[in-house]
């Protein structure tokens, strides 16, 4: 009886062992690896580290909504990525997955992936919130999930972004310098929005208003969604546009080159514009500042994908990595716009511009982006 009983308890310590072993990643002191390219978002940021798993691993990238350019060319950087000679022998199986606005269809896809034996599962989140358990169905499985873009309020996984505020700021601050200097101190201003219910529009969205707020002026501030679309946004403009008259400034999301369309279609005045890095945004501005589009251009970049694939692998190979990786924001101004530098008059209006990171070692060229189909891959 006594043996039993040594055995039993000898079985529970080893499940409790085996437990505690896949519970998920230890949160460690820093400083973490490659800091160059995975710089922790601030001085407070926690560090993380999983336990290190022999390679080539099972990655899946996990999209919500797949419905306008910027996530197209996401996901065609992913699979470009995934076949560059600087990760491709780390990668045994490589799968992407498009469940669209519906947050249980996304849950259900990344918990489709854990249950198969994937090691990591990169993903653009549909909601800030309501991902904790399929975060604690990781930490059991031992599986590394990377939100980016779209990223979850939640300090319990690895993430990667640019400062979604810091880039609202950015775009207000930037209007409504140009419109001082014009002797503007208020007006009215067209803010189009992006997708409703991501972290990246509300938090774009309250960095544009604090600076508003801040500013001293009265800003009659106009809201559309134009969904991060150069379609949807061109018509919302041209709605806006056809209902309020003239504007004094645009902040735009996304879809900026729409916007602009829309601007010109109504003949309506150039002013001070601030918007993503749409390469047909920056052509526009480029061939008309000099009529008074004076414009910002800053780029949320599909290649953020990279970084995130790339994190993760780093995390699954055991090092100790940032809870929260920041990614310097892109800016270019429309005295700073070079043909062939930051746009490309050769590449379709559509093409995001910034996809180098050199401090990572990832550069996904804009061919090897668009020989790329948005298809899933299954």
């Known amino acids: 009886m006594k043996r039993l009983l040594k055995s039993a308890a000898a079985i529970a310590v080893l499940a409790l062992g085996t437990q505690f072993a896949y519970a998920g990643p230890e949160m460690v002191s820093g400083p973490g690896a490659n800091p160059e390219c995975f710089a922790p978002w601030s001085g407070e940021t926690k560090f993380m580290k999983w336990n290190a798993k022999p390679g080539p691993y099972r990655i899946a990238v996990v999209n919500g909504f797949v419905g306008n350019t910027w996530r197209i060319q996401m996901i065609k950087t992913a699979k470009a990525f995934a076949e560059d000679p600087a990760i491709k022998d780390k990668i045994k199986e490589f799968k992407v997955v ?3 606005t519906d947050a249980p269809a996304q849950l259900g896809a990344i918990e489709d992936f854990i249950n198969q034996g994937f090691d990591a599962i990169v993903t653009i989140a549909v909601s800030p919130d309501g991902f904790d358990r399929v975060i604690r169905l990781a930490d059991k499985n031992d599986v590394v999930i990377v ?11 690895m993430q990667v972004n640019e400062d979604q505020l810091e880039m609202g700021r ?3 601050s930037f209007v409504l310098d140009e419109l001082k200097a014009s002797g503007k101190t208020s007006g009215k201003l067209l803010e189009v929005r992006g997708l409703p219910g991501n ?14 707020d801040k500013s001293g002026g009265t800003w009659d501030v106009v809201q559309v969604v134009g969904n991060w679309d150069d379609g949807t946004a061109q018509k919302v403009t041209a709605d806006a546009i056809a209902v309020h008259g003239q504007f004094d400034g645009f902040l735009v ?3 900026t080159t729409g916007v602009v369309q829309a601007m010109m279609d109504a003949k309506h005045p150039m002013v001070p514009i601030a918007g993503e890095s749409e390469n047909g945004f920056r052509k526009l501005v480029a061939q008309h500042s000099g009529e008074g589009l004076k414009g910002i251009s800053i ?21 100790v990595m940032p809870q929260l990786i920041s990614v310097p924001l892109p800016v270019a101004t429309y005295d700073e716009l070079k043909d062939g ?7 379709p209006d559509n093409f995001f511009t910034v996809n180098e990171f050199p401090p990572c070692g990832v550069n996904v060229s804009g061919p090897a982006i668009m020989s790329q189909s948005e298809a899933d891959v299954k």
Request: a negative charge.
């Open 299 to 319: 780029g949320q970049s599909p290649g953020l994908v990279a970084i995130a694939m790339k994190a993760a692998v780093s995390a699954l190979e055991g090092n």
């Open 341 to 347: 530098t930051n746009y490309w008059s050769d590449l």
């Open 170 to 172: 950015k775009w207000a």
């Open 98 to 100: 498009s469940t669209g």
């Open 147 to 157: 939100p980016f873009d779209n990223v979850l309020d939640t300090d319990k996984v």
């Open 199 to 212: 972290s990246v529009d509300r938090d774009r969205s309250v960095g544009i208003h604090e600076v508003l």
């Open 253 to 255: 999301q996304g879809g």
